[in-house]
Each structure stands twice: as C-alpha cells, then as structure tokens.
C-alpha cells in the first residue's frame, strides 16, 4: 500500500491544503488522481461562487499553484503513483523528504481545511404574516349615553388559530369606555381581537358608534341638541311659558314674551352635548317652534279677528 501526505503547503492567499490522500497497492493513474484532486479543489474552493477551476496546470514542479490547479502531466502524477519512499532524486536535492502519514483505509480520500474566517448566513423559517382587513361593528349608543359617558360590554366571538393548526371558536367579552361627547361615526379599535387565520396576523376589531334615535332630542352640528316645542297660534301671538324637557330628565321653565313666528327658534346655552375634546363645554339646546294652528274657524269669530288684526302693525 502507498500512500501520500502532505500534498501541498497551504498557499499565501488562504486555500485549502490536502490532507492525505490513499490508494491501493497499485499505484494511481493519471485519470483517477486527477479525478480524487479536482473534487477536492472543487469542494473546498474560496472562490465557490466563481467559475470551475481549470483543469490546466502551470509548468510542473512550480510552487505558486492553488489548490484550483490539476495536475494533468504525466510528470506532475508519476511522482504521487510510485511507491512509498520513493523519491526523485531531483526532489530529495532541492528539498528535504516528506514523511508518509499511515491511512485509515485503502481506498479514502480525506481533505482538512485550514483555519479561516467564516461569515454566518441566518434563514428565516417563518414568512412575514400579512395584515388583514380589519372587522367593523356597530357601537349603538344613546344620547344620553353619549351625554354622561358610560361602560358598554360586548360580547365578541371570533376564529382562533390553535398550535395545531385547526380552527376553533372563542367567546371573549370587551369592555368600551364611552367618553362624554363622543359622536356619530366615533371609532374604537381592539388591536388583534379578531378572527385569526393562517399566514396572516389577528385582525383589528373597530366598533363605530352610531347613535339611536331619540324621541324629542337630535343632534345637530358638533355638539348643539334640538327639540321641537309645539305652541297654539293663540299662545304664539300673545306670549307664553313652555315647560321645555331637558336630556338629563329635568325640565326648564322657558318664558317668552315675543311673537313667536313661524319657523322661529331660541337657542340656550351651556344645554347642549358637551364637547369631545373638553366635557366641561357644553353646545347649545335649540328649541325650534311649531305654530299649531285652528283647523277651523266658524263665521262669527272670523269677523271678530278680522276687526281685531285689522288694525295691527305688520313686518
């Protein structure tokens, strides 16, 4: 058995040195060393990203060769493909003998690299989720609600995503804080309170307040209330005081002494919603009249209002 170690130095740019390399008793040929040698150049190449390394030598016996080279000369191989020991006795002139390095089996061929730095690469094994679209619901809220604030509790139910990968129903209870002046189209949004589904992220839940009708208030403008207070022509022509109700349950004692006209209204102060950004400001109540008129007047008494309008002064 003949076998060769020490192929060749480590070259001062950094490349690979073989390690050792084996064969049978025979010597090696030409094709089969030049086969073992360039897939060792070819697996512990710097250059992977390169082009394949030639297959052309430089002269033989020249030491500036890197591990890309193969040697192809009959000359460069018969030194490796004679037995052990053996020695040209130009090579043993210029340079001092190589000892052997004993293999571990006949037919292995093993290479080491050298020390060298190495530069981690890190793949990620999870994608990026995409954000789905996010889930609305109506919040319907009063005006009172929306007057004096108040905790709305709902009760959502939505997909979640198990670790094994099935889909399973959950009920989860969300409480809403209504802040004093919030309006219609007020939204809420609950970060990854929705349904949740693979590949993507758990969705936003948005409840948009919607405010129910009120029977004698509604909002007008930002923060303004009105209602509408019927008055008897009668009443409207001669003054009168009108119990006007209030959205916090309470009613005002409304005096007027004018002419109430058609269409007309008065708007009070301090009575309306209060604002949003500052509760402690308060719109306006707007109190809009409705004229009630007669539905019918006999002849008598519209020959009495006749010569009592008569001499009135109009606008």
């Known amino acids: 058995m003949s076998s ?3 192929l060749r130095q480590p070259s001062p740019t950094g490349a690979y040195s073989l390690h050792c390399l084996s064969a049978a008793s025979k010597p090696l040929s030409i094709i089969d060393f030049s086969k073992a040698y360039k897939f060792i150049a070819l697996k512990w190449s ?27 000369t009959a000359d460069d191989c018969s030194v490796y493909s004679r037995p052990a020991g053996y020695e040209r006795k130009s090579m043993a002139a210029d340079s001092p003998k190589r000892p052997t390095t004993p293999t571990a089996s006949p037919t292995s061929v093993c290479c080491r690299p050298m020390s060298l730095r190495a530069t981690s690469i890190v793949y990620s094994q999870t994608a990026a989720k995409k954000t789905p679209q996010p889930i609305e619901k109506k919040l319907e809220c009063t005006l009172e609600e929306l007057l004096h604030g108040c905790v709305k509790k709902v009760v959502v139910v939505r ?19 209504v802040e004093p002046g919030w309006r219609q189209g007020t939204r809420i949004m609950f970060e990854g309170k929705g349904d949740e ?13 919607e405010e129910k009708p009120h029977p004698l208030f509604k909002r007008r403008g930002r923060d303004d209330l009105e209602i509408v207070a019927e008055v008897p022509l009668v009443r409207a022509l001669t003054g ?11 009613t005002m004692a409304l005096s007027i002494e004018e002419i109430i006209r058609p269409g007309s209204e008065k708007g009070i102060r301090g009575l309306g919603m209060p604002s949003a950004k500052d509760p402690a400001a308060r719109g306006e109540l707007r109190i809009a009249f409705s004229i009630g008129f007669p539905q019918g007047l006999s002849e008598e008494r519209r020959v009495e209002l006749v010569s009592i309008l008569s001499g009135c002064d109009y606008a």
């Not at 710097?46 to 020249?62: M, V």
């Not at 009168?240 to 309470?250: A, F, I, S, W």
């Open 4 to 6: 060769i170690s020490g």
């Open 197 to 209: 589904r693979p590949g993507y992220l758990p969705a936003n839940i948005v409840f948009v307040v």
């Open 240 to 250: 009168c005081t009108l119990q006007v109700p209030l959205l916090c349950g309470e």
């Open 46 to 72: 710097l250059d992977r990203k390169g082009s394949p390394p030639s297959n052309k030598g430089k002269a033989h016996g020249g030491s500036d060769r890197s591990p890309k080279d193969v040697m192809t």
């Open 159 to 177: 997909d979640v995503l198990s670790e094994a990968g099935t889909i399973r129903e959950e009920e989860e209870e969300l409480k809403i804080n």
